[in-house]
């Protein structure tokens, strides 16, 4: 009987080989190695302790970041500014002013009152322009002014003296001299040059200032000024400088400038008197922390004097001018009109 069932179990395992020969897999592909594959095949397949990764997930996987941190925008302050709405002296003291004989009196005054322009540096000279202020420094007939000691091209103000700001007054010397043409294409020239040496910094251009009626003539009268001055906000306006219409501020009704503010009007009829300076002064302060304003600053100096020459109440010249005609006529040399205020 035990014989009978071993012969059972042998035919049973024969059996079950050849089904598995008829459908054309052996059980064992490779007699090397009691394995499923070959050794070549081997090196290509995978085991079954390591299973590859699919392909996209090989890269390595980024860790979120935080977002980038955020300066906090630093708010636009305005100047400071006092009761009247103007700004402090101070703002002006990383300011230089480029201008003619009249700048040269502002200078004066702002030199002995801290309080109407800051530590404002002035680059000006007498019978300075546009033009002029572009001669060749060793041209011997130059105008140039002199910043501490040492002749200058006003092209450099603000690079010699590290001025942010640049207020410029000039074309009184140009239009008389070269006409309005020639004036324009000089400011053009004059800008470019002071930006090459400065490119940072913010311009401001004042309006040529009027004259008394009694000094306009065919060399120079107020509406060569007006038309050169509507030009020249133009010219601003195109070119995003900062425009300041001065000349408003000087006129009388007429449009002329003011008797009782100018202080030559037996010579040339346009400059300033220290009182029309201080009122100059006071609407720059104003001005330009109202750009788009014409409002009068509140604090503006009336001058003493409707008319510097009226002796009727027994001034004299230098009496009723104390500064800067206060000495005798010797300390200012022969200069014509002067001999009759002798003291």
């Known amino acids: 009987m035990k014989r009978f069932t071993a012969l059972l179990f042998v035919a049973a395992l024969c059996a079950a080989l050849l089904c598995g020969c008829a459908e054309g897999e052996p059980v064992f592909k490779n007699a090397e190695v009691p394995g499923i594959f070959s050794s070549d095949e081997a090196a290509k397949a995978p085991t079954s302790a390591v299973v590859e990764p699919d392909a996209q997930a090989t890269e390595p996987t980024q860790a979120p970041t935080a977002p980038p941190v955020t300066q906090p925008t630093q708010p636009v302050t305005r100047p400071a500014t006092t009761a009247d709405g103007s700004v402090v002296a101070s703002w002006f003291d990383d300011a230089v002013f480029i201008g003619d004989s009249i700048t040269t009196t502002l200078?004066?005054?702002?030199?002995?009152?801290?309080?109407?322009?800051?530590?404002?540096?002035?680059?000006?000279?007498?019978?300075?322009?546009?033009?002029?202020?572009?001669?060749?420094?060793?041209?011997?007939?130059?105008?140039?002014?002199?910043?501490?000691?040492?002749?200058?091209?006003?092209?450099?103000?603000?690079?010699?003296?590290?001025?942010?700001?640049?207020?410029?007054?000039?074309g009184a010397n140009d239009l008389g001299t070269w006409g309005l043409d020639d004036t324009k294409t000089a400011v053009k020239s004059f800008t470019s040059?002071?930006?090459?040496?400065?490119?940072?910094?913010?311009?401001?251009?004042?309006s040529t200032t009027p004259m008394i009626t009694d000094k306009e003539s065919d060399y120079l009268d107020?509406?060569?000024?007006?038309?050169?001055?509507?030009?020249?906000?133009?010219?601003?306006?195109?070119?995003?400088?900062?425009?300041?219409?001065?000349?408003?501020?000087?006129?009388?009704?007429?449009?002329?400038?003011?008797?009782?503010?100018?202080?030559?009007?037996?010579?040339?009829?346009?400059?300033?008197t220290m009182d029309a300076c201080t009122v100059w002064a006071n609407y720059l302060k104003y001005i330009v922390a109202n750009p788009s304003g014409d409002k009068k600053p509140e604090n503006t100096v009336e001058p003493t004097y409707a008319d510097p020459y009226d002796d009727t109440n027994g001034d004299t010249y230098g009496d009723a001018y104390e500064e800067p005609y206060e000495d005798t006529y010797e300390d200012y040399g022969n200069y014509e009109g002067y001999e009759e205020y002798d003291n």
């Open 222 to 272: 107020n509406a060569d000024i007006v038309e050169f001055d509507k030009w020249l906000k133009e010219y601003c306006d195109q070119n995003g400088y900062h425009y300041i219409d001065l000349y408003s501020q000087m006129a009388d009704p007429t449009g002329a400038l003011r008797i009782d503010y100018c202080d030559d009007p037996d010579y040339d009829g346009i400059h300033f």
């Open 193 to 206: 040059k002071l930006f090459a040496n400065s490119p940072n910094i913010e311009l401001y251009f004042q």
């Open 107 to 170: 200078d004066f005054l702002c030199a002995e009152d801290e309080n109407l322009l800051g530590n404002a540096q002035f680059v000006c000279a007498d019978s300075l322009g546009f033009n002029s202020a572009q001669w060749d420094l060793n041209d011997p007939n130059n105008v140039h002014p002199t910043y501490k000691g040492k002749k200058v091209l006003a092209e450099t103000a603000a690079k010699i003296t590290g001025a942010k700001k640049v207020f410029i007054l000039l």
